[in-house]
């Protein structure tokens, strides 16, 4: 089935390997509240005379490099690098969370000392988010560890939860990392976040260059700032054509998930150019960026535009500068979708890369529909699922669960109207279409959690999910199987019982 799927559309589809291609996108010149360039720092007082020498011989005055290397340089203090060196970055932001966080503490303590003070306390944020709204004690003691380190080091962002009978009475408490971040005005152009956490690629959407790191390394930038990276290659995805109106980023970053497999950008950055992402707003750019660890990408990035400035007016007053690939960039490989003639997908069982066309899976009989998590839980993507429902006017036919990645999120909900709607909001389509009512913002089930974890999959069940992974075992039993889908997807496949092309409700 997948390989019939893979034909199918393999025509839409090109990729060029030669190395040495040239970006198409032209560069803003503007510079958005920048900071001091090291390029203005005096080199020499005197330069002494030289021979002129003919253009043929001394090549380009400048160094042509991507937007990953452009923002190492400037975070390493270098004029120019290289794919695959080694080097020393300032990081701007690191961000850590209930999973990891202690870890990373201990780690910090062990080789900086039991009373030493993290490097900048304005910089790091410390975010309760994946096992939350449980019994487990374990997992409550996490979260007991971060508020007392965040007391100590009196960290500015700390995003706390004391009252889990309720998470609205708790008006610091935000939800899943990697959405917070971005609705926070941690996420900017130019800048270096590092996080414990494989998904913090998602803040690529921003322009900046975002990946998870581990506890190691995470308690070492917690006492220095610092962090040493490999320089990675790029691949470039440029994505043209009008998005159509039953494709969401989900179904787009499937397709090139399929296309070069989980392995195919291993320590990689992978940059989205094109009329269509130009089209995406922050977070479709999210969605995007979220996944491209699924296919082993060391980072994703998205070149900043007005639809990036715009989604942070209001966010943050810190001071950033957007970078671009030059003209005459070098990238490893130049892939190539007209977006106009895809169709819906889904990532079958048991890898993100076993892509299938959603209408081949009609027979697929499933147990349940999971709406939520990082890359599939924000207010576009609820606002997509309402639509869906709409359209149809039906019950759901599976338990369908619901979990807004954040306390924003949550209220989007209850509070936005859904255009087309008639005032109705998405709570409100959600309960006529016989939905669960939306949980608490947090992970959930997506990676599975202790037992009492709101909608894991305790038994072996066929799951639709809006999720990022669907390894066994990924959200609670190992012989759960998991297809991985578009909000649009996920919500036909809850209205028909089965997995289902969202056509069949959009028209």
């Known amino acids: 089935m997948a390989s019939s799927a893979i034909s199918h559309h393999s025509a839409f ?13 032209n560069p803003s010149s503007n510079i958005y509240k920048c900071r001091k360039s090291v390029l203005c720092k005096t080199l020499a007082v005197m330069v002494p005379a030289q021979l002129s020498r003919a253009p043929s011989t001394t090549g380009s005055v400048k160094h042509a490099m991507t937007m990953t290397e452009k923002i190492l340089a400037k975070a390493s203090d270098r004029a120019k690098l290289e794919p695959g060196e080694n080097i020393w970055v300032n990081v701007d932001v690191l961000m850590t969370h209930d999973v990891c966080g202690p870890g990373t503490f201990g780690i910090f303590k062990r080789e900086f000392g039991e009373n030493a003070k993290v490097w900048d306390r304005e910089r790091v944020v410390i975010i309760p988010e994946h096992y939350i709204f449980t019994k487990d004690e374990r997992a409550n003691r996490n979260v007991d560890i971060l508020r007392e380190f965040c007391i100590e080091q009196n960290i500015k962002y700390f995003y706390d939860i004391k009252d889990l009978s309720n998470f609205r009475v708790n008006p610091d408490y935000k939800g899943v990392c990697h959405i917070a971040l971005a609705q926070e005005g941690h996420c900017r152009p130019g800048e270096v976040l590092l996080g414990t956490d494989s998904h913090t690629c998602n803040a690529g959407a921003f322009g900046q260059f975002a990946t998870g790191i581990g506890n190691t390394d995470a308690g070492f930038v917690l006492g220095t700032g610092k962090a040493l990276l490999k320089v990675p290659p790029t691949l470039r995805f440029e994505l043209d054509g009008e998005m159509p109106p039953y494709l969401l980023a989900k179904d787009l970053i499937l397709h090139i998930i399929g296309e070069i497999t989980v392995s195919g950008a ?23 960026c979220n996944m491209v660890i699924e296919a082993g990408g060391k980072n994703g990035v998205v070149p900043p535009d007005e639809t990036t400035f715009k989604y942070l007016e209001d966010k943050t007053t810190v001071k950033y500068e957007p970078l671009y690939s030059d003209a005459n960039a070098r990238f490893v490989a130049d892939y190539k979708f007209d977006v106009s003639k895809l169709e819906p ?30 890359t599939g839980g924000k207010t576009e993507d609820f606002m997509a699922a309402a639509r869906v429902f709409l359209a149809s006017g039906k019950k759901v036919k599976v338990p369908t669960f619901l979990v807004p ?7 989007d ?14 709570s409100q389509i959600f309960e006529e279409a016989g939905c669960d009512t939306p949980a608490s913002p947090n992970c959930g089930a997506c990676l599975g959690g202790p037992r009492d974890t709101y ?10 999910s809006t999720t990022n992974r669907n390894f066994p075992g990924r959200m609670g039993h190992k012989e759960g199987q998991i297809y991985l889908a578009s909000p649009y997807t996920a919500a036909a496949s809850a209205l028909a019982g089965f997995v289902t092309d969202p056509r069949e409700f959009l028209g």
């Open 266 to 288: 291993t320590y990689k950055s992978m940059e989205f150019v094109g009329s269509t992402v130009d089209s995406l707003n922050m977070e479709e750019r999210m969605t995007l």
């Open 413 to 426: 909900i209850y509070s936005l109207p859904v255009p087309g709607s008639g005032g109705k909001t998405c």
């Open 13 to 25: 589809f090109s990729a060029n390997k030669e190395v040495g291609l040239k970006s198409s996108f």
């Open 405 to 411: 990645a954040t306390q924003k999120v949550w209220i």
């Open 455 to 464: 909608a894991r999959m305790n038994e072996p069940m066929v799951c639709v």
């Open 345 to 374: 997908v889904v990532a079958k069982p048991h890898s993100p890369d076993n892509r299938a066309l959603a209408r081949e899976c009609k027979d697929v009989k499933i147990d349940r529909v999971y709406i939520g998590s990082c």
